[in-house]
């Protein structure tokens, strides 16, 4: 009993969370495909703000699929150089190290509002300007000094031994880290991932300041649009269809790498 009265606040918190959390997501869902004026689905329950959806402009499809394009980029970018960077930063011992190290983190103070004016001037000069490869890239800077810190927590984490042990064996740098390290940094890998695909899959500011052509809009941009409907009449049957549509994939990603997620999470808390 005493067990359990100690454990009691905790799970009314955690419950309370969960509420406040789940509530918004779990009243979208609803409202998508209940019955409500003014849009498709007026009367009994149904698909038919899921159908409007599917036929504003380019169709959902294109804008779903202009928005795995653009994360799975980014996931892609950052995974690369945080991978290399945290590794070079916690097996290597070079001048000017942790002064380069705090550089990175000093990128987090910078509001990326102010940078995507001059993102946007350097990207028109590069000929990356309105595309998904210079949005992704864009998007990718902004994840790294996060994803670079992850990872060089993770490889200190990991004991020296085992790339030592690679090194006498006849591995090089690279090959250690392929075959002996990688497998050990595995879930700060899928944290990192995990992290870039959701800022990447959410983002509304930056595809709203970069890309300028309707058929290129990630979909949390087209969703937004959908708003703006004539003599200011809102579709919120088809607007919170979008709201679903954009959480999904979030939601089963998370649950589906959650173990690896903490996993990464702790092993970054223990080495502290």
Known sequence: MSRLALRTPQHVLAGGLAVIFLLPLVWAAFASVSPQAGTAQTSGWGLGNYETLARYQAGVG????????????????????????????????????????????????????????????????????????????????????????????SFEAVPRELRESALVDGCGNFRALRHVLLPAVRPGLVTVGLFAFLAAWNDFITPLVLISDSDRFPLPLAVANMRQQVMGIVDYGATEAGVVVLALPCIVLFLVLQRHYVRGFMSGALKG
């Open 62 to 153: 294109r804008y779903l699929l202009n928005s795995v394009a653009v994360s799975g980029m980014t996931v892609v970018f950052t995974l690369t150089v945080a991978l290399l960077g945290g590794y070079a930063f916690a097996m290597f011992a070079f001048p000017g190290r942790n002064a380069l190290f705090l550089l990175t983190l000093a990128i987090l103070m910078v509001p990326y509002a102010t940078l995507l004016i001059p993102l946007y001037v350097l990207l028109n000069d590069l000929g990356l300007q309105n595309s998904l490869v210079g949005l992704a890239l864009v998007l990718t800077m902004f994840q790294l000094p996060f994803a670079v810190f992850m990872m060089r927590i």
